[in-house]
Protein backbone atom coordinates (compact mmCIF):
# COMPACT_ATOMS: atom_id res chain seq x y z
CA UNK A 1 0.00 0.00 0.00
CA UNK A 2 1.36 3.02 -1.13
CA UNK A 3 1.70 6.55 1.53
CA UNK A 4 0.82 9.49 0.37
CA UNK A 5 3.51 12.40 1.86
CA UNK A 6 1.15 15.52 2.78
CA UNK A 7 3.79 17.87 2.07
CA UNK A 8 3.03 21.73 3.67
CA UNK A 9 3.55 25.04 1.92
CA UNK A 10 5.95 27.07 3.52
CA UNK A 11 5.85 30.16 3.33
CA UNK A 12 8.73 31.80 0.96
CA UNK A 13 10.71 34.86 1.33
CA UNK A 14 8.55 36.43 -1.18
CA UNK A 15 5.50 35.96 0.49
CA UNK A 16 7.27 37.87 3.88
CA UNK A 17 8.48 40.58 2.14
CA UNK A 18 5.18 41.26 0.91
CA UNK A 19 3.58 40.92 4.17
CA UNK A 20 6.26 43.57 5.60
CA UNK A 21 5.87 45.63 2.76
CA UNK A 22 2.07 45.82 3.24
CA UNK A 23 2.44 46.73 6.60
CA UNK A 24 5.13 49.71 5.85
CA UNK A 25 2.75 50.43 3.60
CA UNK A 26 -0.29 51.13 6.33
CA UNK A 27 1.81 52.63 9.14
CA UNK A 28 2.93 54.87 6.69
CA UNK A 29 -0.87 55.83 5.10
CA UNK A 30 -1.63 55.89 8.76
CA UNK A 31 1.33 58.59 9.64
CA UNK A 32 -0.39 60.69 6.23
CA UNK A 33 -3.47 60.37 7.74
CA UNK A 34 -2.30 62.29 11.28
CA UNK A 35 -0.35 65.11 9.50
CA UNK A 36 -3.30 65.52 6.71
CA UNK A 37 -4.65 68.35 8.95
CA UNK A 38 -1.52 70.25 9.14
CA UNK A 39 -0.69 69.53 5.42
CA UNK A 40 -4.05 71.05 4.60
CA UNK A 41 -3.50 73.76 6.85
CA UNK A 42 -0.23 75.11 5.28
CA UNK A 43 -1.72 74.67 1.76
CA UNK A 44 -4.96 76.55 2.01
CA UNK A 45 -3.77 79.17 4.99
CA UNK A 46 0.20 79.93 5.20
CA UNK A 47 1.12 78.99 1.75
CA UNK A 48 -0.72 81.72 0.22
CA UNK A 49 -0.27 84.14 2.51
CA UNK A 50 3.73 83.69 1.80
CA UNK A 51 3.41 84.08 -1.84
CA UNK A 52 1.66 87.15 -1.18
CA UNK A 53 4.63 88.42 1.33
CA UNK A 54 7.11 87.90 -1.03
CA UNK A 55 5.12 89.20 -3.85
CA UNK A 56 5.10 92.60 -1.12
CA UNK A 57 8.84 92.66 -0.89
CA UNK A 58 9.18 93.24 -4.26
CA UNK A 59 6.66 96.53 -4.38
CA UNK A 60 7.17 99.67 -2.54
CA UNK A 61 3.94 101.21 -1.66
CA UNK A 62 3.31 105.28 -2.21
CA UNK A 63 0.31 107.54 -1.87
CA UNK A 64 -0.84 109.97 -4.80
CA UNK A 65 -3.58 111.94 -4.85
CA UNK A 66 -6.21 110.99 -8.22
CA UNK A 67 -8.82 113.94 -8.52
CA UNK A 68 -8.31 114.64 -5.10
CA UNK A 69 -8.11 111.57 -3.56
CA UNK A 70 -5.82 109.51 -2.17
CA UNK A 71 -4.92 106.30 -3.81
CA UNK A 72 -2.53 103.48 -2.71
CA UNK A 73 0.44 103.13 -5.59
CA UNK A 74 2.46 100.03 -5.94
CA UNK A 75 5.12 99.68 -8.00
CA UNK A 76 8.17 97.43 -8.76
CA UNK A 77 11.13 97.88 -6.43
CA UNK A 78 12.45 94.45 -7.50
CA UNK A 79 15.74 93.61 -5.18
CA UNK A 80 16.44 97.41 -4.18
CA UNK A 81 14.79 96.33 -0.87
CA UNK A 82 17.00 93.11 -0.31
CA UNK A 83 20.43 94.95 -1.11
CA UNK A 84 19.54 97.95 0.53
CA UNK A 85 18.67 96.00 3.97
CA UNK A 86 23.00 94.79 3.37
CA UNK A 87 23.90 98.34 1.82
CA UNK A 88 21.92 101.19 3.18
CA UNK A 89 20.59 99.77 6.63
CA UNK A 90 24.27 99.10 8.95
CA UNK A 91 22.06 98.16 12.21
CA UNK A 92 20.82 95.08 10.27
CA UNK A 93 24.02 92.81 9.51
CA UNK A 94 25.35 94.19 12.98
CA UNK A 95 21.67 93.13 14.80
CA UNK A 96 21.77 90.07 12.63
CA UNK A 97 25.57 89.22 13.67
CA UNK A 98 24.38 89.94 17.64
CA UNK A 99 21.38 87.06 16.84
CA UNK A 100 23.97 84.56 16.03
CA UNK A 101 25.84 85.25 18.30
CA UNK A 102 23.19 85.07 20.96
CA UNK A 103 22.10 81.74 19.28
CA UNK A 104 26.13 80.26 19.75
CA UNK A 105 25.85 81.08 23.25
CA UNK A 106 22.18 79.94 24.10
CA UNK A 107 22.02 76.63 22.05
CA UNK A 108 24.60 74.77 23.57
CA UNK A 109 24.36 75.80 27.28
CA UNK A 110 20.06 75.05 26.92
CA UNK A 111 21.00 71.50 25.20
CA UNK A 112 23.86 70.13 27.94
CA UNK A 113 21.15 71.74 30.99
CA UNK A 114 18.49 69.98 29.48
CA UNK A 115 20.50 66.99 29.10
CA UNK A 116 21.87 66.71 32.55
CA UNK A 117 18.08 67.22 34.20
CA UNK A 118 16.49 64.73 32.19
CA UNK A 119 19.66 62.30 33.03
CA UNK A 120 18.72 63.45 36.78
CA UNK A 121 14.80 63.04 36.52
CA UNK A 122 15.08 59.47 34.69
CA UNK A 123 16.69 57.81 37.89
CA UNK A 124 14.34 55.92 40.58
CA UNK A 125 13.47 58.67 42.96
CA UNK A 126 11.29 59.56 45.25
CA UNK A 127 8.44 62.34 43.56
CA UNK A 128 10.03 62.15 40.40
CA UNK A 129 6.67 63.23 38.82
CA UNK A 130 6.81 66.18 40.76
CA UNK A 131 9.99 66.99 40.41
CA UNK A 132 9.37 67.22 36.51
CA UNK A 133 6.45 69.16 36.67
CA UNK A 134 8.29 71.60 38.54
CA UNK A 135 11.11 71.62 35.58
CA UNK A 136 8.25 72.29 32.75
CA UNK A 137 6.15 74.86 34.83
CA UNK A 138 8.65 77.89 33.43
CA UNK A 139 8.03 76.14 29.96
CA UNK A 140 4.23 76.94 30.68
CA UNK A 141 3.94 80.27 32.81
CA UNK A 142 6.96 81.68 29.49
CA UNK A 143 4.09 81.21 27.23
CA UNK A 144 1.36 83.49 28.99
CA UNK A 145 1.88 86.85 31.41
CA UNK A 146 5.00 86.65 32.10
CA UNK A 147 5.97 86.33 28.18
CA UNK A 148 4.23 89.11 28.16
CA UNK A 149 5.64 91.20 30.77
CA UNK A 150 9.62 90.05 30.03
CA UNK A 151 8.51 91.49 26.73
CA UNK A 152 7.74 94.84 27.72
CA UNK A 153 10.90 94.97 29.78
CA UNK A 154 12.73 94.47 26.65
CA UNK A 155 10.80 97.38 24.85
CA UNK A 156 11.12 99.88 27.47
CA UNK A 157 14.86 98.25 28.12
CA UNK A 158 14.68 97.84 31.32
CA UNK A 159 16.16 94.43 32.01
CA UNK A 160 19.09 93.03 34.29
CA UNK A 161 20.86 90.30 33.92
CA UNK A 162 19.61 87.16 36.20
CA UNK A 163 16.63 86.95 38.73
CA UNK A 164 15.97 90.68 40.61
CA UNK A 165 15.98 90.48 44.23
CA UNK A 166 14.84 93.43 44.79
CA UNK A 167 18.00 94.83 45.87
CA UNK A 168 18.27 96.77 42.33
CA UNK A 169 21.44 94.65 41.14
CA UNK A 170 20.71 91.21 39.47
CA UNK A 171 21.36 88.00 41.81
CA UNK A 172 23.06 86.22 39.25
CA UNK A 173 25.56 88.59 39.19
CA UNK A 174 26.16 88.26 42.92
CA UNK A 175 26.36 85.06 42.77
CA UNK A 176 29.04 85.00 40.37
CA UNK A 177 30.63 88.03 42.59
CA UNK A 178 30.10 85.32 45.85
CA UNK A 179 32.00 82.46 44.01
CA UNK A 180 35.09 84.64 42.54
CA UNK A 181 34.63 83.06 39.64
CA UNK A 182 36.81 85.14 37.26
CA UNK A 183 39.58 84.72 40.13
CA UNK A 184 39.54 81.11 40.17
CA UNK A 185 39.33 80.76 36.17
CA UNK A 186 42.39 82.85 36.37
CA UNK A 187 44.50 81.62 38.87
CA UNK A 188 44.05 77.59 36.79
CA UNK A 189 45.03 80.13 33.37
CA UNK A 190 42.15 79.42 31.72
CA UNK A 191 41.08 81.54 28.61
CA UNK A 192 39.56 84.77 29.19
CA UNK A 193 37.20 84.18 26.45
CA UNK A 194 36.08 80.85 28.65
CA UNK A 195 35.87 83.25 31.79
CA UNK A 196 33.48 85.65 30.10
CA UNK A 197 31.07 82.47 28.45
CA UNK A 198 30.76 80.71 32.05
CA UNK A 199 30.09 83.90 33.25
CA UNK A 200 27.36 84.84 31.01
CA UNK A 201 25.95 81.34 31.63
CA UNK A 202 25.53 81.28 35.71
CA UNK A 203 23.88 85.29 34.85
CA UNK A 204 21.36 83.80 31.93
CA UNK A 205 20.50 80.79 34.24
CA UNK A 206 17.24 82.05 34.63
CA UNK A 207 16.34 82.14 31.00
CA UNK A 208 18.20 78.19 29.90
CA UNK A 209 15.86 77.30 32.55
CA UNK A 210 12.60 78.93 31.06
CA UNK A 211 13.80 77.66 27.58
CA UNK A 212 14.99 74.03 28.37
CA UNK A 213 11.70 72.53 29.18
CA UNK A 214 10.57 70.82 26.07
CA UNK A 215 14.11 69.68 25.22
CA UNK A 216 14.34 67.76 28.71
CA UNK A 217 10.81 66.22 27.69
CA UNK A 218 12.25 64.99 24.43
CA UNK A 219 15.40 63.78 26.15
CA UNK A 220 13.42 61.76 28.68
CA UNK A 221 11.58 60.37 26.01
CA UNK A 222 14.38 59.01 24.53
CA UNK A 223 16.20 57.85 27.84
CA UNK A 224 12.97 55.81 28.66
CA UNK A 225 13.00 54.35 25.38
CA UNK A 226 16.29 52.86 25.87
CA UNK A 227 16.20 49.02 26.65
CA UNK A 228 16.71 48.35 30.62
CA UNK A 229 18.83 44.59 29.56
CA UNK A 230 21.26 47.37 28.00
CA UNK A 231 22.24 49.01 31.07
CA UNK A 232 21.88 45.17 32.94
CA UNK A 233 24.31 44.04 30.31
CA UNK A 234 27.03 46.59 31.18
CA UNK A 235 26.50 46.40 35.14
CA UNK A 236 27.00 42.55 34.20
CA UNK A 237 30.55 43.46 32.73
CA UNK A 238 31.92 46.41 35.48
CA UNK A 239 30.66 49.14 33.31
CA UNK A 240 31.28 52.32 35.65
CA UNK A 241 28.10 54.87 35.38
CA UNK A 242 30.80 56.95 33.36
CA UNK A 243 31.30 55.01 31.20
CA UNK A 244 27.50 53.39 30.25
CA UNK A 245 26.87 57.20 29.71
CA UNK A 246 29.45 57.89 27.19
CA UNK A 247 28.93 54.55 25.34
CA UNK A 248 25.12 53.85 25.69
CA UNK A 249 23.52 56.82 26.96
CA UNK A 250 24.29 59.62 24.62
CA UNK A 251 24.72 57.48 21.10
CA UNK A 252 21.76 56.11 22.38
CA UNK A 253 20.26 59.56 22.57
CA UNK A 254 21.88 61.22 19.38
CA UNK A 255 19.07 61.78 17.36
CA UNK A 256 16.96 63.46 20.07
CA UNK A 257 20.23 65.69 20.65
CA UNK A 258 19.97 66.30 16.78
CA UNK A 259 15.88 67.11 16.93
CA UNK A 260 16.57 69.59 20.02
CA UNK A 261 19.49 71.00 18.11
CA UNK A 262 17.30 72.43 15.42
CA UNK A 263 14.49 72.88 17.94
CA UNK A 264 16.55 74.71 20.11
CA UNK A 265 17.98 77.10 16.46
CA UNK A 266 14.39 77.98 15.35
CA UNK A 267 13.15 78.52 18.89
CA UNK A 268 16.20 81.21 19.67
CA UNK A 269 16.10 82.86 16.25
CA UNK A 270 12.24 82.98 16.43
CA UNK A 271 11.58 84.11 19.79
CA UNK A 272 10.42 88.01 20.62
CA UNK A 273 13.35 89.18 22.76
CA UNK A 274 15.54 88.02 19.65
CA UNK A 275 17.70 91.46 18.60
CA UNK A 276 16.75 90.13 15.43
CA UNK A 277 13.10 90.12 15.65
CA UNK A 278 12.70 93.15 17.78
CA UNK A 279 14.70 95.54 14.94
CA UNK A 280 12.35 94.19 12.40
CA UNK A 281 9.31 94.43 13.90
CA UNK A 282 10.41 98.48 14.60
CA UNK A 283 10.99 98.67 10.74
CA UNK A 284 7.34 97.60 10.15
CA UNK A 285 5.38 100.42 11.24
CA UNK A 286 8.27 102.31 9.18
CA UNK A 287 8.11 100.43 5.83
CA UNK A 288 6.27 96.97 5.50
CA UNK A 289 7.43 96.34 2.27
CA UNK A 290 11.00 96.99 3.55
CA UNK A 291 10.37 94.87 6.93
CA UNK A 292 9.45 92.15 5.16
CA UNK A 293 12.11 91.69 2.39
CA UNK A 294 14.44 91.69 5.98
CA UNK A 295 12.09 88.90 7.57
CA UNK A 296 12.81 86.87 4.22
CA UNK A 297 16.72 87.61 4.48
CA UNK A 298 16.42 86.21 8.09
CA UNK A 299 14.46 83.54 7.17
CA UNK A 300 17.50 82.65 4.52
CA UNK A 301 19.86 82.87 6.83
CA UNK A 302 17.80 80.58 9.17
CA UNK A 303 17.86 78.26 7.56
CA UNK A 304 21.47 78.11 5.87
CA UNK A 305 22.28 77.79 10.04
CA UNK A 306 19.59 74.59 10.66
CA UNK A 307 21.43 72.86 7.39
CA UNK A 308 24.61 73.80 9.20
CA UNK A 309 23.65 72.42 12.58
CA UNK A 310 22.19 69.67 11.25
CA UNK A 311 24.48 68.68 8.71
CA UNK A 312 27.42 68.41 11.31
CA UNK A 313 24.74 66.77 14.37
CA UNK A 314 24.15 63.99 11.65
CA UNK A 315 27.59 63.17 11.45
CA UNK A 316 27.65 62.20 15.29
CA UNK A 317 24.03 60.83 15.23
CA UNK A 318 23.71 56.75 16.08
CA UNK A 319 20.65 54.95 14.76
CA UNK A 320 19.70 51.45 16.38
CA UNK A 321 18.76 49.18 14.01
CA UNK A 322 15.24 47.46 14.88
CA UNK A 323 15.93 43.69 12.65
Known sequence: MEETVVTVAQPTEKRRRRRSASLEKRRARAGYVFVLPFILGVVLIYLPILIDSIWWSFFVRSTQYVNGIPTEIYTPNYFNYYINAFTQSPNFVTTLLASIQELLFEVPAIIIFALFIAVVLNQKMLGRAAFRAIFFVPVIIATGLMDSINGADIATGQTQAGIDDGTGAAAGAGIINALDVQVIFQSMAIGGELVTYVVELVNNIYNIINYS???????????????????????????????????????????????????????????????????????????????????????????????????????????????
Not at 242 to 269: G, H, Q, R
Not at 281 to 304: E, K, N, R
Open 213 to 323: GVQMLIFLAGLQSISPSIYEACRIDGATGWETFWKVTFPMISPMILVNAVYTVIDSFTRSSNPMMVFIDGQTSVDPHYAIAMYWIYFVVVLLIIGIVAAVASTMVFYQRKD
